[in-house]
């Protein structure tokens, strides 16, 4: 969990810079508004997750809206392997319609977004503090199927939803071909591999006899459920950005400015 902001960097080429502490790790963060001044490739790559999250989420919230309880038992059944009641259906399609709310809020004020250096904190691709949402460097050398699912979980944590467990993406299985992260996939091969992937893990889980039932109160699990909507009523896949190309560029590597790295802020 972060700690409360300690104190305000200096403008440096009109970048503001700000300390923060995630957990009792000094991080340094910057907002979306200079992403394109520390690494345009980056903010290139974000531009095209954030332009996807957006179309997953309109088109799951469109979906859910036109399902009947029974509709989502149902599809959740034949889909995940889950048998769910429809109060648990009910509450999935809030969740839905929650990240819906989340997604407008932040197209209101994409400053809700921050950036910072792995090297200052390692522990997590990303974080959701009280509404906003930091994201460091490892989310851009992810293939773009990876940074649209991590947004969305990261949006379902502003809507409230927990960690109760978390699926593997490091290393997909694609048949008997194991790939890692599918980075060199465009975006529309790599979602159904993704999708059958999570799906297979999903029903793994289940059957464990730990698994939560609440599968509307789990991040991952929304942001499951919210992929496969889309996958299987999207019109137009053809609207997805696909940004694996940038992904790939040598400027993509440049560390984003770091604490740990000797960088240096006003005080300090």
């Known amino acids: ?93 809030l969740r839905i319609f929650s990240l819906h709310d989340v997604m407008e809020m932040y197209l209101k004020n994409n400053n809700k977004f921050s950036f910072y250096s792995y090297f200052d904190h390692d522990k997590a691709t990303a974080i959701c503090r009280r509404g906003d949402i930091y994201i460091n460097d490892m989310f851009f050398i992810k293939n773009p199927v990876w940074q649209l699912f991590i947004l969305i979980h990261e949006f379902s944590h502003v809507t409230g939803a927990n960690d109760n467990f978390y699926f593997k993406a490091d290393i997909i299985k694609n048949q008997d071909t194991t790939i890692r992260e599918l980075i060199n996939l465009e975006i529309k091969e790599a979602i159904p591999i993704f999708l059958s992937d999570l799906k297979h893990q999903m029903l793994e889980k289940s059957r464990h006899v730990d698994y939560d039932k609440d599968f509307h109160s789990n991040a991952d699990t929304i942001a499951l459920y919210a992929f ?12 997805l950005k696909d940004s694996a190309e940038l992904i790939l560029l040598s400027q993509n590597n440049e560390p984003f400015p770091s604490l740990a790295h000797g960088f240096a802020m006003a005080g300090h």
Do not use: C
């Open 228 to 239: 496969h909507l889309f996958d299987v009523y999207a019109k137009n896949k053809n609207g």
């Open 1 to 93: 969990m972060a700690q409360e902001d300690l104190s305000l960097g200096r403008r440096q080429n009109k970048i503001l810079f700000q300390k923060i502490y995630f957990e009792s790790d000094p991080v340094s963060i910057f907002s979306y508004e200079n992403l394109k001044q520390i690494n345009p490739i980056r903010k290139a790559i974000f531009d095209a997750a954030w332009a996807n999250v957006q179309l997953v989420i309109r088109t799951a919230n469109r979906e859910i809206a036109d399902m009947e309880d029974w509709n989502i038992v149902a599809d959740v059944f034949q889909e995940l392997g889950l048998r769910i009641t429809e109060t648990e259906a009910k509450k999935m399609r």
